[in-house]
């Protein structure tokens, strides 16, 4: 089995800063897409940034060069460095990895348990 672990959500100030981490751990033997998601109440859950096995990133237009992703992949990790925030960032954030596990080719999608995150003006 496979279980994310999300961490880093809370209250913030305009203007204010945050760090999300996600931990993926079980039977895993690659993964290859980490990506985290917002979703804010009444509204669908969008990309918000994605980054690859190779360190390739893309962001929604709405948080470039505020936030910013990065892996570790020797501990199967992401993190979401969010800067500036403004209370529109307001959400729970989710973190989504696409893996592989041992001995098995299909390419398998995994959600985290979500974190809330609120932006005060």
């Known amino acids: 089995q496979v279980q994310l672990v999300e961490s880093g959500g809370g209250l913030v100030q305009a203007g204010g800063s945050l760090r999300l981490s996600c931990a993926a751990s079980?039977?895993?033997?690659?993964?290859?897409?980490m990506d985290w998601y917002r979703q804010a109440p009444g509204k669908q859950r969008d990309l918000v940034a994605g980054?690859?096995?190779?360190?390739?990133?893309n962001y929604a237009d709405s948080v470039k060069g505020r936030f910013t992703i990065s892996r570790d992949n020797a501990k199967n990790t992401v993190d979401l460095q969010m800067n500036s925030l403004i209370p529109e960032d307001t959400a729970v954030y989710y973190c989504?990895?696409?893996?592989?596990?041992?001995?098995?080719?299909?390419?398998?999608?995994?959600w985290g348990q979500g974190t809330q995150v609120t932006v005060s003006s």
């Open positions: 989504r990895v696409v893996l592989v596990k041992p001995g098995d080719p299909t390419a398998y999608h995994y």
């Open positions: 079980g039977s895993i033997s690659r993964i290859n897409a």
């Open positions: 980054i690859t096995s190779g360190g390739s990133t």
